[in-house]
């Protein structure tokens, strides 16, 4: 029988070597702390804690909404590691949302001075570079990390 003619190999795609490593964190379950992940839910923790100490919100239990908010990213983000970049906008929706169930509106909209209190919302609400925006008004209030300057009323003639 005829062997055919040998297909060629799989020309740039080479499966040795440029693989993703699996071995080296079976010993904590892949809680590397340096590992490019923790670092941005390291990152997103920190913001996302930023503009909650900005606000008069940061109890425990505002800090504990935003560990389990990173829990749950964390695996998110291993089922999806291209989203690494939203996370911090996410986490931040998602404590804005135990938030209201709890508390009520986070965060005040800094840039409204009168009529109804209202809360800004993250946008882009998936994607790089989250900022804080009121809708009302239409504008971008600060980054999320960043609201402190926002809310502090730094200098802003
Ligand atoms: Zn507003």
Redesign the pocket.
Known sequence: MRAGPASPPHGTYCLSGTGRERAGSAHNGGMDPTSPLEQTLHTARALVLADLASGEVAAADVVSMVEDSVVQRRWWVEQWPDGAAFVAGLVAQDVQDALLERYGRWPL?P??GSGDP?ALDVEPELGPDPHWV?H??GVKVASVGSLGSAMGGGPSS
Do not use: E, G
Request: overall charge positive.
């Open positions: 909209c840039v409204c209202h009121c009302k008004a």
